[in-house]
């Protein structure tokens, strides 16, 4: 029994590129959720999927972020020409939903430094 | 506002009982959560509380207050692994986690 697994663990990139992150959720997970988290802070909520259908993305979200779960398998977070606020933490959860509330498990996360 | 307060630092001796407190102000509440993390790491799952009362679980125990807006974690026999930030988490009523920021735990021998 995998857990969540992302990709990769440490990215680090010159400010104005893009960059992509992969998520694979625990495989019978319906849901999955995107957070970002600075030091001494907990996870902001970023976005979050149930099965292949974005249901709900932070109003604090720039336009330069970008997720998708195309099969509503693994999912990806793209940032475009990222800044040196970006640098962070990205972490991903999954659950399995049984009615609304449910518990989210986390992958390792990818930790992305902006240069 | 949505509002979860935690103390920013604790620290507990080795093999003592320690309680850490969260306190919320939430629109609407769904459930409150408790992750443990260690530096560097991914938040992984302690405990959750609907009900008023205290949740049982080896070493961990939780406690929920929900007129008071109130929870506490409690860990006993505390042992040098223990060491980590604490994070209380509570989802609203659109069912969204809403987290604290945190309390750092620092086990002395």
């Known amino acids: 029994d995998t857990g969540v697994s992302q990709d990769p663990r440490h990215k680090i990139t010159k400010r104005g590129q893009n960059v992509t992150f992969r998520c694979d959720p625990i495989?019978?997970?319906?849901?999955l959720y995107w957070y970002r988290q600075t030091l001494g802070q907990g996870p902001e909520f970023l976005t979050y999927?149930?099965?292949?259908?974005?249901?709900?993305k932070s109003r604090l979200l720039s336009d330069r972020f970008s997720a998708e779960r195309p099969k509503g398998s693994f999912s990806t977070l793209e940032i475009q020409r990222t800044e040196q606020g970006d640098s962070a933490m990205y972490l991903c959860a999954s659950s399995f939903s049984q009615g609304h509330t449910d518990t989210q498990y986390f992958g390792p996360g990818t930790r992305l430094t902006v240069l | 506002g949505q509002n979860i307060d935690q103390p920013t630092e604790m620290t507990a001796t080795e093999g003592a009982i320690v309680q850490i407190n969260c306190t919320y102000q939430?629109?609407?509440?769904?459930?409150l959560f408790w992750y443990q993390q260690h530096a560097g790491e991914a938040p992984t799952f302690l405990s959750y509380n609907v009900l008023d009362g205290l949740e049982e679980k080896g070493r961990f125990s939780s406690f929920l207050s929900r007129s008071k807006g109130y929870s506490y974690l409690l860990l006993k026999e505390l042992q040098m692994k223990d060491s980590a930030s604490y994070l209380c988490?509570?989802?609203?009523?659109?069912?969204?986690?809403?987290w604290g920021a945190g309390t750092k735990l620092i086990i002395k021998p």
């Open positions: 939430t629109s609407g509440f769904n459930g």
């Open positions: 988490a509570v989802m609203d009523s659109n069912y969204q986690l809403i």
């Open positions: 999927f149930q099965n292949e259908a974005q249901l709900e």
């Open positions: 495989s019978e997970h319906n849901r």
